[in-house]
């Protein structure tokens, strides 16, 4: 731990990018043994993941394997021997060893008890130094030495060169480009002769055309809806349920965010132009047995108006804004309204209509999708295919995952992968996970 400072300018393993997937990089290759440096284009590390789980820091996810991997519609099945080798769990008594003890909330979400992910980074920061990982800040990673189908190292900005038996690319995706992750390694990755999967904002808000009407529901969150992505022609695209909050332009909210992989995918390939968008904001009630609530409340208070029967059931912004939208007066007594006007109602409340007209670009997105390609990385060791000593970990490459800690996992695992594999390529055999 911590011995005489070497030459950071010539490592064993030389790791780009002080994110989750590079700390772990280090982390596991200084403990097999390598002489590590780590090269970090901000003056800090973890800067993204100082924000995540809303800065309380949602580190990782419950989930047994194979529903960990359901979570992760971008190339799960990738993952499997990293989350094999690094898991949740080993996540969580890595840090515990570190004094940093997490507990588990709703939906297998794991924050570090104290709540801040800010300190956490600290911590790791702390770990690295202490450990003799040289991090060598506001060195930002312009090109790879590459000759004979090796990486050497890398050349700065500057023209400053490190070299490195073995380098590992954690340079994050390209979404919150103020965080650093600005998509260097796409460049390098390109460099090396890989393949890049195109980049869509993931875990993004949607976009809608009803700006009116979104504007007048902006910051009603609805508890539990179901949201239907469809084409013009109505042929379902997707659909997922949890919560949504509308916005001045659109919805956000977990389902949406889950929502909007696949409205950036098929915006990317066709344009936006016809997507359609059904919110079912009753989802636990079947349409028929909504009418028929509809119905009964309507003949227990006859003289009651539209309006307030709807405020019965759904909140009140949301009912005005559906009254509205029913034929017939909203102040019409509830008694004098038709059957079919009231089942008309049920319908509406179960299709709430709306037209998608793409998401939030990909700087406001949480998460990049695309990016270096799973076909030409070993999945056991983050190796590249193409070119010896190169290692790719975290969101740089082709693999995205649903909120609730996933996303972080995979970079603690990739990074932990890359760094004991490229730590035995430089001459350093695996290190075990300290239990
Ligand atoms: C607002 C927000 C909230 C989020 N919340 C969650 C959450 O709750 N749970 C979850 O699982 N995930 C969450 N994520 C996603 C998660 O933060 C990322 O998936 C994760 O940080 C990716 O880790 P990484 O190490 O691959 O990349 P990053 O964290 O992006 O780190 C990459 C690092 O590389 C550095 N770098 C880039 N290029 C160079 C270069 N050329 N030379 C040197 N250094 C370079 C960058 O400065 C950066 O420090 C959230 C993301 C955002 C934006």
């Known amino acids: 731990m911590g011995g005489p400072k070497n030459n950071p300018a010539q490592a064993d393993v030389l790791v780009i990018g002080g994110g989750p997937a590079g700390m772990f990089a280090a982390a596991a290759a200084v403990m097999s043994g390598a002489k590590v440096t780590l090269l970090e284009k901000n003056d800090r590390l973890g800067r993204k993941m100082s924000i995540t789980g809303g800065g309380r820091g949602n580190l990782t996810n419950t989930a047994s394997l194979h529903d960990?991997?359901?979570?992760?519609?971008?190339?799960?099945?990738?993952?499997?021997?990293?989350?094999?080798?690094?898991?949740?769990?080993?996540?969580?008594?890595?840090?515990?060893?570190?004094?940093?003890p997490t507990k588990e909330e709703e939906c297998g979400r794991v924050f570090p008890v104290r709540e801040r992910a800010g300190e956490v980074v600290d911590t790791?920061?702390?770990?690295?130094?202490?450990?003799?990982?040289?991090?060598?800040?506001?060195?930002?990673?312009?090109?790879?030495?590459?000759?004979?189908?090796?990486?050497?190292?890398?050349?700065?900005?500057?023209?400053?060169?490190?070299?490195?038996?073995?380098?590992?690319?954690?340079?994050?995706?390209?979404?919150?480009?103020?965080?650093?992750?600005?998509?260097?390694?796409?460049?390098?990755?390109?460099?090396?002769?890989?393949?890049?999967?195109?980049?869509?904002?993931?875990?993004?808000?949607?976009?809608?055309?009803?700006?009116?009407?979104?504007?007048?529901?902006?910051?009603?969150?609805?508890?539990?809806?179901?949201?239907?992505?469809?084409?013009?022609?109505?042929?379902?695209?997707?659909a997922e349920r949890g919560d949504v909050l509308f916005t001045h332009f659109g919805i956000s909210g977990p389902a949406a965010l889950r929502l909007s992989r696949a409205v950036a995918q098929k915006t990317a390939a066709a344009g936006a132009g016809g997507l359609r968008l059904l919110m079912d904001v009753l989802p636990d009630i079947s349409e028929e047995n909504l009418a028929a609530s509809l119905l009964s409340m309507a003949a227990e208070q006859p003289r009651k108006a539209v309006i307030n029967i709807i405020k019965q059931?759904?909140?009140?912004?949301?009912?005005?804004?559906?009254?509205?939208?029913?034929?017939?007066?909203?102040?019409?007594?509830?008694?004098?309204?038709?059957?079919?006007?009231?089942?008309?109602?049920?319908?509406?409340?179960?299709?709430?209509?709306?037209?998608?007209?793409?998401?939030?670009?990909?700087?406001e997105a949480m998460i990049t999708i695309g990016g270096v390609s799973v076909r030409e990385i070993d999945p056991r060791t983050m190796a590249s295919h193409l070119v010896d000593g190169l290692y790719f970990a975290g969101e740089v490459i082709d693999v995205d995952a649903h909120t609730g800690g996933y996303n972080m996992q995979v970079a603690f695992s990739t990074g932990w992968s890359a760094g004991l594999a490229a730590a035995e390529e430089a001459g350093f055999p695996a290190a075990a996970i300290p239990r």
């Open 68 to 100: 960990f991997i359901n979570n992760v519609p971008g190339n799960g099945s990738f993952l499997f021997s990293a989350l094999t080798r690094f898991s949740s769990a080993d996540c969580r008594k890595f840090f515990k060893n570190l004094g940093v």
């Open 313 to 363: 059931i759904l909140p009140g912004r949301l009912a005005a804004a559906c009254a509205k939208m029913l034929q017939g007066s909203e102040h019409q007594k509830s008694g004098e309204t038709s059957k079919g006007a009231w089942r008309e109602a049920a319908r509406l409340f179960k299709n709430l209509p709306f037209t998608v007209t793409g998401t939030r670009p990909l700087a």
């Open 124 to 238: 790791l920061a702390e770990y690295l130094a202490a450990s003799g990982v040289q991090v060598i800040y506001q060195v930002r990673a312009a090109g790879l030495l590459l000759a004979n189908r090796r990486c050497q190292g890398i050349i700065t900005g500057g023209r400053r060169v490190f070299s490195g038996k073995t380098v590992v690319i954690a340079t994050g995706g390209a979404s919150y480009p103020q965080t650093g992750s600005t998509g260097d390694g796409y460049l390098l990755a390109s460099q090396a002769g890989h393949q890049v999967a195109p980049r869509h904002p993931g875990l993004v808000p949607l976009c809608l055309a009803e700006q009116h009407l979104c504007r007048h529901l902006q910051g009603l969150s609805i508890t539990d809806a179901s949201l239907t992505l469809a084409t013009a022609a109505g042929k379902t695209i997707a």
